[in-house]
Protein backbone atom coordinates (compact mmCIF):
# COMPACT_ATOMS: atom_id res chain seq x y z
CA UNK A 1 0.00 0.00 0.00
CA UNK A 2 1.02 3.55 -0.92
CA UNK A 3 1.85 6.42 1.67
CA UNK A 4 -0.51 8.43 -0.34
CA UNK A 5 -3.23 5.66 -0.33
CA UNK A 6 -2.35 4.84 3.75
CA UNK A 7 -2.97 8.69 3.97
CA UNK A 8 -6.47 8.69 2.69
CA UNK A 9 -7.72 6.27 4.68
CA UNK A 10 -6.11 7.70 7.59
CA UNK A 11 -8.31 10.75 7.15
CA UNK A 12 -11.30 8.53 6.36
CA UNK A 13 -10.98 6.85 9.90
CA UNK A 14 -10.45 10.34 11.35
CA UNK A 15 -13.23 12.16 9.66
CA UNK A 16 -16.18 10.56 11.97
CA UNK A 17 -14.25 10.50 15.02
CA UNK A 18 -13.69 14.55 15.01
CA UNK A 19 -17.58 14.90 13.54
CA UNK A 20 -18.55 12.93 17.00
CA UNK A 21 -16.03 14.88 19.25
CA UNK A 22 -17.63 18.07 17.77
CA UNK A 23 -21.51 16.97 18.30
CA UNK A 24 -19.90 15.68 22.28
CA UNK A 25 -18.66 19.18 22.64
CA UNK A 26 -21.33 20.99 21.74
CA UNK A 27 -24.01 18.72 23.63
CA UNK A 28 -21.85 19.58 26.88
CA UNK A 29 -22.04 23.19 26.53
CA UNK A 30 -25.55 23.01 26.15
CA UNK A 31 -26.16 20.72 28.53
CA UNK A 32 -23.96 22.17 31.27
CA UNK A 33 -25.52 25.09 31.21
CA UNK A 34 -28.68 23.77 32.64
CA UNK A 35 -26.69 21.99 35.32
CA UNK A 36 -27.20 23.37 38.97
CA UNK A 37 -23.76 24.57 40.51
CA UNK A 38 -22.32 24.57 36.78
CA UNK A 39 -24.40 26.47 34.66
CA UNK A 40 -23.26 29.86 35.29
CA UNK A 41 -19.37 28.87 35.42
CA UNK A 42 -19.09 31.37 32.07
CA UNK A 43 -18.21 34.51 31.07
CA UNK A 44 -20.11 38.29 32.05
CA UNK A 45 -18.54 41.18 30.88
CA UNK A 46 -21.27 43.31 32.12
CA UNK A 47 -21.10 42.48 35.49
CA UNK A 48 -25.04 43.81 35.81
CA UNK A 49 -28.22 42.75 37.66
CA UNK A 50 -29.07 39.80 35.49
CA UNK A 51 -32.57 39.11 34.17
CA UNK A 52 -34.67 36.00 34.19
CA UNK A 53 -33.78 33.51 31.65
CA UNK A 54 -36.58 33.22 29.89
CA UNK A 55 -37.40 31.39 26.39
CA UNK A 56 -35.22 33.68 24.22
CA UNK A 57 -32.52 33.33 26.68
CA UNK A 58 -32.79 29.47 26.06
CA UNK A 59 -32.42 30.01 22.56
CA UNK A 60 -29.38 32.24 22.59
CA UNK A 61 -27.81 29.33 24.97
CA UNK A 62 -28.23 26.98 22.52
CA UNK A 63 -27.00 29.00 19.79
CA UNK A 64 -24.01 29.43 21.91
CA UNK A 65 -22.97 25.98 21.86
CA UNK A 66 -24.75 24.15 19.40
CA UNK A 67 -23.39 25.49 15.66
CA UNK A 68 -19.89 24.06 17.50
CA UNK A 69 -21.16 20.77 15.70
CA UNK A 70 -19.86 22.23 12.09
CA UNK A 71 -16.55 24.33 13.51
CA UNK A 72 -14.29 22.30 11.41
CA UNK A 73 -16.55 22.43 8.14
CA UNK A 74 -17.52 26.31 8.05
CA UNK A 75 -15.35 27.81 10.96
CA UNK A 76 -16.40 31.62 9.97
CA UNK A 77 -20.19 30.79 10.22
CA UNK A 78 -19.77 28.99 13.42
CA UNK A 79 -17.90 32.08 14.96
CA UNK A 80 -20.53 34.53 13.62
CA UNK A 81 -23.80 32.97 14.66
CA UNK A 82 -22.18 31.74 18.35
CA UNK A 83 -20.25 35.60 18.08
CA UNK A 84 -23.47 36.95 17.63
CA UNK A 85 -25.34 35.10 19.97
CA UNK A 86 -22.99 35.87 22.68
CA UNK A 87 -22.84 39.57 22.26
CA UNK A 88 -27.05 39.36 22.04
CA UNK A 89 -26.99 37.16 25.60
CA UNK A 90 -24.36 39.79 27.51
CA UNK A 91 -26.69 43.16 26.19
CA UNK A 92 -29.58 41.39 27.22
CA UNK A 93 -28.14 40.96 30.66
CA UNK A 94 -29.38 37.51 31.46
CA UNK A 95 -27.73 35.18 34.21
CA UNK A 96 -23.85 33.75 33.16
CA UNK A 97 -24.35 30.58 30.95
CA UNK A 98 -21.85 27.93 30.81
CA UNK A 99 -22.60 28.15 26.85
CA UNK A 100 -20.29 31.06 26.73
CA UNK A 101 -17.29 29.23 26.37
CA UNK A 102 -18.53 28.23 22.69
CA UNK A 103 -16.74 31.85 21.58
CA UNK A 104 -13.60 30.27 23.10
CA UNK A 105 -13.98 27.65 21.33
CA UNK A 106 -15.51 29.03 18.03
CA UNK A 107 -12.33 31.33 17.64
CA UNK A 108 -9.97 28.85 18.03
CA UNK A 109 -11.72 26.78 15.32
CA UNK A 110 -11.77 30.22 13.43
CA UNK A 111 -8.21 30.36 13.56
CA UNK A 112 -7.10 27.09 13.01
CA UNK A 113 -9.75 25.83 9.87
CA UNK A 114 -9.27 29.30 8.08
CA UNK A 115 -7.79 28.10 5.24
CA UNK A 116 -7.43 31.31 3.08
CA UNK A 117 -5.39 34.25 4.35
CA UNK A 118 -7.64 36.83 3.39
CA UNK A 119 -11.03 35.38 4.86
CA UNK A 120 -9.16 34.93 8.06
CA UNK A 121 -8.04 38.41 8.31
CA UNK A 122 -11.41 39.95 7.24
CA UNK A 123 -13.00 37.51 10.27
CA UNK A 124 -10.38 38.75 12.37
CA UNK A 125 -10.84 42.07 11.84
CA UNK A 126 -14.69 41.86 12.16
CA UNK A 127 -14.52 40.08 15.25
CA UNK A 128 -12.32 42.92 16.86
CA UNK A 129 -14.69 45.30 16.00
CA UNK A 130 -17.65 43.49 17.63
CA UNK A 131 -16.12 42.90 20.43
CA UNK A 132 -15.24 47.08 20.75
CA UNK A 133 -18.72 47.60 20.06
CA UNK A 134 -19.90 45.15 22.61
CA UNK A 135 -17.68 46.73 25.09
CA UNK A 136 -18.82 50.58 24.41
CA UNK A 137 -22.30 49.19 24.06
CA UNK A 138 -22.03 47.30 27.81
CA UNK A 139 -20.50 50.42 28.82
CA UNK A 140 -23.64 52.55 27.74
CA UNK A 141 -25.91 50.31 29.84
CA UNK A 142 -24.01 51.13 33.01
CA UNK A 143 -21.17 48.80 33.51
CA UNK A 144 -18.60 49.06 35.89
CA UNK A 145 -16.06 47.03 34.22
CA UNK A 146 -13.13 49.42 33.06
CA UNK A 147 -11.58 49.62 29.99
CA UNK A 148 -8.15 47.21 31.18
CA UNK A 149 -11.05 44.91 32.17
CA UNK A 150 -11.89 44.39 28.43
CA UNK A 151 -8.72 44.84 27.13
CA UNK A 152 -7.67 41.90 29.24
CA UNK A 153 -10.40 39.29 27.92
CA UNK A 154 -9.67 40.90 24.69
CA UNK A 155 -6.58 39.54 24.56
CA UNK A 156 -7.24 36.62 26.24
CA UNK A 157 -9.79 36.36 22.89
CA UNK A 158 -7.11 37.30 20.76
CA UNK A 159 -4.76 34.29 22.12
CA UNK A 160 -7.21 31.54 21.71
CA UNK A 161 -7.30 32.72 17.69
CA UNK A 162 -3.87 32.37 17.97
CA UNK A 163 -3.46 29.22 19.29
CA UNK A 164 -5.42 27.82 16.37
CA UNK A 165 -3.28 29.60 13.79
CA UNK A 166 -0.20 28.32 15.35
CA UNK A 167 -1.86 24.79 14.85
CA UNK A 168 -3.39 25.24 11.53
CA UNK A 169 0.66 26.51 10.52
CA UNK A 170 2.23 23.37 11.97
CA UNK A 171 -0.38 21.14 10.13
CA UNK A 172 0.38 22.39 6.64
CA UNK A 173 4.04 22.64 6.98
CA UNK A 174 3.45 18.47 8.13
CA UNK A 175 0.95 18.50 5.26
CA UNK A 176 3.36 19.67 3.42
CA UNK A 177 6.44 17.36 4.36
CA UNK A 178 4.25 14.86 3.40
CA UNK A 179 3.24 15.97 -0.01
CA UNK A 180 6.99 16.46 -0.58
CA UNK A 181 7.97 12.84 0.49
CA UNK A 182 4.89 11.21 -1.84
CA UNK A 183 6.53 13.28 -4.47
CA UNK A 184 9.64 11.31 -4.03
CA UNK A 185 8.07 8.00 -3.50
CA UNK A 186 6.09 8.40 -6.94
CA UNK A 187 9.84 9.99 -8.76
CA UNK A 188 11.85 6.75 -7.08
CA UNK A 189 8.42 4.44 -8.32
CA UNK A 190 8.54 6.14 -12.20
CA UNK A 191 12.32 5.38 -12.13
CA UNK A 192 12.20 2.36 -11.04
CA UNK A 193 9.31 1.55 -13.91
CA UNK A 194 11.19 3.05 -16.46
CA UNK A 195 14.30 0.59 -15.02
CA UNK A 196 11.97 -2.30 -15.23
CA UNK A 197 10.83 -1.89 -18.30
CA UNK A 198 13.99 -0.69 -20.31
CA UNK A 199 15.66 -4.15 -18.61
CA UNK A 200 12.47 -6.54 -19.77
CA UNK A 201 12.31 -4.65 -23.24
CA UNK A 202 15.71 -4.38 -24.43
CA UNK A 203 17.00 -7.36 -23.75
CA UNK A 204 14.41 -9.32 -25.51
CA UNK A 205 13.51 -7.15 -28.06
CA UNK A 206 17.62 -6.90 -28.92
CA UNK A 207 17.28 -10.85 -28.93
CA UNK A 208 14.91 -10.86 -31.43
CA UNK A 209 16.22 -8.12 -33.71
CA UNK A 210 19.46 -10.50 -34.15
CA UNK A 211 17.61 -13.68 -34.60
CA UNK A 212 15.82 -11.65 -37.56
CA UNK A 213 18.52 -10.18 -38.64
CA UNK A 214 20.24 -13.81 -38.98
CA UNK A 215 17.65 -15.41 -40.72
CA UNK A 216 17.75 -13.00 -43.41
CA UNK A 217 21.21 -14.92 -44.69
CA UNK A 218 19.51 -18.30 -43.86
CA UNK A 219 16.99 -18.05 -47.00
CA UNK A 220 18.86 -21.59 -48.79
CA UNK A 221 18.58 -23.35 -45.29
CA UNK A 222 15.13 -24.04 -44.60
CA UNK A 223 15.69 -25.87 -40.91
CA UNK A 224 18.27 -23.30 -39.82
CA UNK A 225 15.35 -20.80 -40.56
CA UNK A 226 12.56 -22.68 -39.21
CA UNK A 227 15.11 -23.17 -35.77
CA UNK A 228 15.33 -19.07 -36.04
CA UNK A 229 12.30 -18.69 -36.20
CA UNK A 230 11.27 -20.80 -33.31
CA UNK A 231 13.74 -18.89 -31.32
CA UNK A 232 12.29 -15.36 -32.23
CA UNK A 233 8.72 -16.57 -31.18
CA UNK A 234 9.65 -18.34 -28.00
CA UNK A 235 11.86 -14.98 -26.54
CA UNK A 236 8.82 -12.91 -27.86
CA UNK A 237 6.69 -15.41 -25.57
CA UNK A 238 9.17 -14.71 -23.31
CA UNK A 239 8.85 -10.87 -23.19
CA UNK A 240 4.94 -11.03 -23.66
CA UNK A 241 5.02 -13.52 -20.19
CA UNK A 242 7.95 -10.94 -18.91
CA UNK A 243 5.87 -7.85 -19.28
CA UNK A 244 2.67 -8.99 -18.16
CA UNK A 245 3.88 -10.33 -15.22
CA UNK A 246 6.13 -6.50 -14.52
CA UNK A 247 2.65 -4.58 -15.32
CA UNK A 248 0.60 -6.70 -13.27
CA UNK A 249 2.90 -6.08 -10.39
CA UNK A 250 2.60 -2.70 -10.78
CA UNK A 251 -0.98 -2.85 -10.55
CA UNK A 252 -1.75 -5.34 -8.12
CA UNK A 253 -3.34 -7.68 -10.53
CA UNK A 254 -0.07 -10.31 -10.87
CA UNK A 255 -1.10 -12.33 -14.07
CA UNK A 256 -1.18 -16.35 -13.58
CA UNK A 257 0.55 -17.02 -16.48
CA UNK A 258 3.48 -14.34 -14.82
CA UNK A 259 3.58 -16.41 -11.75
CA UNK A 260 7.32 -17.37 -10.92
CA UNK A 261 8.59 -14.73 -13.06
CA UNK A 262 10.04 -12.75 -10.59
CA UNK A 263 13.68 -11.88 -11.42
CA UNK A 264 16.82 -14.00 -9.26
CA UNK A 265 19.82 -15.49 -8.97
CA UNK A 266 18.24 -18.79 -9.33
CA UNK A 267 17.30 -17.99 -13.04
CA UNK A 268 20.28 -16.97 -14.16
CA UNK A 269 20.99 -20.30 -15.88
CA UNK A 270 18.17 -20.15 -17.71
CA UNK A 271 18.36 -16.30 -18.86
CA UNK A 272 21.81 -17.67 -19.89
CA UNK A 273 20.80 -20.44 -22.19
CA UNK A 274 17.92 -18.26 -23.59
CA UNK A 275 20.88 -15.78 -24.97
CA UNK A 276 23.03 -18.76 -26.28
CA UNK A 277 19.48 -19.81 -27.84
CA UNK A 278 19.78 -16.40 -29.99
CA UNK A 279 22.95 -16.93 -31.00
CA UNK A 280 25.32 -15.41 -28.57
CA UNK A 281 27.90 -17.85 -27.04
CA UNK A 282 27.34 -17.38 -23.29
CA UNK A 283 29.27 -19.33 -20.54
CA UNK A 284 28.02 -19.70 -17.09
CA UNK A 285 30.58 -19.83 -14.02
CA UNK A 286 29.75 -20.02 -10.25
CA UNK A 287 31.97 -19.94 -8.09
CA UNK A 288 30.25 -21.13 -4.36
CA UNK A 289 27.24 -22.25 -3.34
CA UNK A 290 23.92 -19.48 -3.45
CA UNK A 291 22.98 -18.13 -0.37
CA UNK A 292 19.93 -16.18 1.22
CA UNK A 293 19.59 -12.64 -0.76
CA UNK A 294 17.24 -10.00 0.25
CA UNK A 295 14.64 -9.71 -2.89
CA UNK A 296 16.18 -6.61 -4.12
CA UNK A 297 19.47 -7.56 -4.44
CA UNK A 298 18.59 -10.41 -5.99
CA UNK A 299 16.79 -8.44 -8.55
CA UNK A 300 19.82 -6.11 -8.78
CA UNK A 301 22.13 -9.05 -9.66
CA UNK A 302 20.01 -10.44 -12.19
CA UNK A 303 19.10 -6.94 -13.62
CA UNK A 304 23.17 -6.89 -14.21
CA UNK A 305 23.84 -9.75 -16.00
CA UNK A 306 20.73 -9.20 -18.76
CA UNK A 307 22.16 -5.82 -19.00
CA UNK A 308 25.38 -7.24 -20.04
CA UNK A 309 24.03 -9.56 -21.91
CA UNK A 310 21.81 -7.64 -23.95
CA UNK A 311 24.98 -4.96 -24.56
CA UNK A 312 26.69 -8.00 -25.49
CA UNK A 313 24.33 -9.07 -28.16
CA UNK A 314 23.61 -5.62 -29.45
CA UNK A 315 27.57 -4.37 -30.00
CA UNK A 316 29.35 -7.96 -29.79
CA UNK A 317 27.27 -10.25 -31.48
CA UNK A 318 28.86 -13.80 -31.89
CA UNK A 319 31.68 -12.58 -29.12
CA UNK A 320 32.40 -14.97 -27.07
CA UNK A 321 30.69 -13.84 -23.47
CA UNK A 322 31.84 -14.79 -19.70
CA UNK A 323 29.42 -14.33 -16.76
CA UNK A 324 31.13 -15.10 -13.28
CA UNK A 325 29.48 -15.24 -10.67
CA UNK A 326 30.43 -15.79 -6.83
CA UNK A 327 28.52 -16.26 -3.89
CA UNK A 328 30.48 -15.04 -0.66
CA UNK A 329 28.82 -14.77 2.83
CA UNK A 330 28.16 -11.14 2.75
CA UNK A 331 28.43 -10.35 -0.82
CA UNK A 332 27.76 -11.61 -4.26
CA UNK A 333 30.79 -10.52 -6.94
CA UNK A 334 29.09 -10.79 -10.58
CA UNK A 335 31.39 -10.44 -13.49
CA UNK A 336 30.65 -10.16 -17.21
CA UNK A 337 33.17 -10.08 -19.44
CA UNK A 338 33.11 -10.04 -23.64
CA UNK A 339 35.46 -10.34 -26.26
CA UNK A 340 35.69 -7.90 -28.83
CA UNK A 341 36.61 -4.82 -30.18
CA UNK A 342 38.65 -2.37 -26.99
CA UNK A 343 34.95 -0.35 -27.44
CA UNK A 344 32.34 -2.52 -28.12
CA UNK A 345 29.79 -0.17 -27.71
CA UNK A 346 28.27 -0.53 -24.45
CA UNK A 347 28.69 3.86 -23.55
CA UNK A 348 26.93 4.06 -26.84
CA UNK A 349 23.44 5.42 -27.26
CA UNK A 350 21.29 6.48 -24.77
CA UNK A 351 22.95 4.56 -21.62
CA UNK A 352 20.06 4.44 -19.77
CA UNK A 353 20.90 0.54 -19.02
CA UNK A 354 24.57 1.39 -17.27
CA UNK A 355 22.86 4.82 -15.58
CA UNK A 356 20.15 2.68 -14.53
CA UNK A 357 22.49 -0.13 -12.99
CA UNK A 358 24.19 2.02 -10.90
CA UNK A 359 20.88 3.66 -9.39
CA UNK A 360 19.83 0.02 -8.81
CA UNK A 361 22.92 -1.60 -7.29
CA UNK A 362 23.71 2.28 -5.50
CA UNK A 363 19.96 1.76 -3.83
CA UNK A 364 20.56 -1.96 -2.21
CA UNK A 365 24.27 -0.62 -1.54
CA UNK A 366 26.39 -2.39 -4.19
CA UNK A 367 28.85 -0.98 -6.26
CA UNK A 368 29.14 -0.87 -10.15
CA UNK A 369 32.02 -0.15 -12.64
CA UNK A 370 32.33 -1.10 -16.46
CA UNK A 371 34.50 0.09 -18.96
CA UNK A 372 36.71 -1.26 -21.86
CA UNK A 373 39.34 -4.05 -21.63
CA UNK A 374 43.19 -3.40 -22.40
CA UNK A 375 43.30 -6.15 -24.51
CA UNK A 376 40.20 -5.80 -26.24
CA UNK A 377 36.22 -6.64 -24.99
CA UNK A 378 34.51 -4.94 -22.03
CA UNK A 379 33.70 -6.00 -18.77
CA UNK A 380 31.04 -5.04 -16.34
CA UNK A 381 31.59 -5.81 -12.74
CA UNK A 382 28.88 -5.68 -9.47
CA UNK A 383 29.82 -6.23 -6.20
CA UNK A 384 25.91 -6.55 -4.38
CA UNK A 385 25.58 -7.25 -0.56
CA UNK A 386 23.60 -10.12 0.31
CA UNK A 387 21.05 -7.69 2.86
CA UNK A 388 20.79 -10.22 5.67
CA UNK A 389 22.19 -10.51 8.61
Given at each position: ??????????????????????????????????????????????D??????????????L??????????????????????????????????????????????????H??????????????????V?????????????????????????????????????????????????????????????????H??V??????????????????????????????I??????????????????????D??G???????????????????????????????????????????????????????????????????????????????????????????????????????????????????????????????????
Open positions: MSRLTASLRLMAMTAPWSRRTDVVLAGLLAGLSFVPGIAHQGVDLALPDLPLDAVGVLLIAQSLPLVMRRRWPAGCLAVVGGAFIAFQLLRYPTAFAALGLIVALYSAGALRRRSVAVTVAVVAVVAYGLAVALHELGSPERPLDYTTFLLFLVACWAAGVVVRERSAADAERVRLAEAAVVAAERARIARELDVTHHVTAMVVQADAAQFLAGQPERVATGLAASETGRHALTDLRYLLGALDGTPADEGREPSVSKLPDLVARTRGAGQPVELVEDGQPGAMEKAAEVAAYRVVQEALTNAVKHAAGRRTLVYVRHGEEWMDVEVTTDGPSRPGLGRGSGRGLVGLRERISVVGGELSAGARSGGGFTVRARIPMGLR
